[in-house]
């Protein structure tokens, strides 16, 4: 049973910081892994997809790896900025899931201080 | 292209009542996902519909809970005699497959349920 954890579950830097955020997962035949941002009581915006066969993503100030061996990928976040903060959500699919679902992680809030 | 949209955005029902979501996955997408989120909780999955079928209900409270994906019209996730542990946000999303790809699924604004 695939689970997902992300650490830490809360996270507030002054703005400017180059940030990471983790996510693991227990089950390394992932087909992908997705990174998405929420707002407050919006929905989820889909920020970097990654396929089991690749290492990285970048989307402007944006980077997410992927290690499927050690079951873990990260949200590199470059120059933090106030707008950045929201809750951030990894999740995956399972390589061998008929129903192609996303197994989601807790998230992470980040707050980025002025 | 409009994206998905749910509707109601919010909802409030009384306990006891019955509670209709909809959803409508975008233009050209056959597939349709429903997720919940608990308050303080990540998503949780709940069901992945086809058109007319239901392809893996796993996630899905076994009782008064039920959805579909009609022909025509919208996805419907239906609740009925609402608790107040049904209060949450419901999200649909859809994609334009379900076959291994590399395509996303793509996420509504949501439904907020309170049940009072």
């Known amino acids: 049973k695939q689970e997902v954890t992300q650490i830490p579950a809360a996270l507030s830097v002054p703005e400017g910081e180059n940030l990471v955020l983790n996510c693991s997962f227990t089950?390394?035949?992932?087909?992908?892994l997705q990174w998405f941002r929420q707002d407050p009581g919006k929905g989820l915006t889909s920020l970097l997809l990654?396929?089991?066969?690749?290492r990285e993503q970048t989307s402007g100030r944006l980077n997410a790896s992927l290690d499927k061996s050690s079951g873990r990928s990260t949200l590199y976040i470059a120059a933090s900025q106030p707008g950045d903060s929201a809750t951030y959500l990894c999740?995956?699919?399972?390589?061998?899931?008929?129903?192609?679902?996303?197994?989601f992680g807790s998230g992470t809030r980040l707050l980025v201080r002025p | 292209n409009a994206g998905v949209m749910q509707n109601p955005r919010h909802l409030v029902r009384r306990r006891g009542q019955e509670a209709r979501l909809r959803c409508s996955p975008m233009?050209?997408?056959?597939?349709v996902y429903w997720y919940r989120q608990l308050p303080e909780e990540g998503l949780k999955f709940m069901v992945y519909?086809?058109?007319?079928?239901?392809?893996?209900e796993s996630g899905m409270p076994k009782e008064r809970f039920s959805a579909e994906f009609p022909k025509e019209g919208p996805s419907i996730l239906r609740i009925q005699q609402v608790v107040r542990g049904d209060s949450a946000a419901y999200f649909c999303?859809?994609?334009?497959?379900?076959?291994?790809?590399?395509?996303?699924?793509?996420f509504g604004p949501g439904t907020r349920l309170t049940v009072t």
């Open positions: 999303a859809s994609s334009p497959q379900g076959h291994l790809s590399s395509y996303e699924q793509y």
């Open positions: 089950d390394s035949a992932i087909y992908n």
């Open positions: 990654i396929q089991s066969s690749q």
């Open positions: 999740a995956a699919r399972r390589l061998m899931d008929s129903s192609y679902k996303l197994i």
């Open positions: 233009k050209g997408h056959s597939h």
């Open positions: 519909l086809q058109k007319e079928n239901i392809i893996d």
